[in-house]
Nanobody, 115 residues
Framework: QVQLVESGGGVVQPGGSLRLSCAASGSGFSLYAMGWYRQAPGKQRDLVARITRVGTEVFDDSVKGRFTISRDNAKNTVYLQMNSLKPEDTAVYYC?????????WGLGTQVTVSS
């Protein structure tokens, strides 16, 4: 089992940047596929970016070219670097870990993009 804690959210102006971090506790972090999802008020939770244990990356079309995902297995941490932020990126961002049919979620961190 793994526990996930997100950090790095906040309020930023349009065009700004934030870096989210997701720290994992428990064993076997390097064996998990890690993802970032987001949920805006009244909307479903959607995939933003995902990175497999071998480093394959997937991005939602809405963030391609603006967001990057990376992982540091030595630190049990996955990052989401968000650049050129837009008001429509405002949401609660959740970290997800998956392995062998098991899925774990963090509690989320709020990102607000507003002038």
């Amino acid at each position: 089992q793994v526990q996930l804690v997100e950090s790095g959210g906040g309020v930023v102006q349009p065009g700004g940047s934030l870096r989210l971090s997701c720290a994992a506790s428990g064993s076997g972090f390097s064996l998990y596929a890690m993802g970032w999802y987001r949920q805006a008020p009244g909307k479903q939770r959607d995939l933003v970016a995902r990175i497999t244990r071998v480093g394959t990356e997937v991005f939602d079309d809405s963030v391609k070219g603006r967001f990057t995902i990376s992982r540091d297995n030595a630190k049990n941490t996955v990052y989401l670097q968000m650049n050129s932020l837009k008001p429509e990126d405002t949401a609660v961002y959740y970290c997800q870990a998956t392995r062998m049919g098991n899925t774990y979620w963090g509690l989320g961190t709020q990102v607000t993009v507003s002038s």
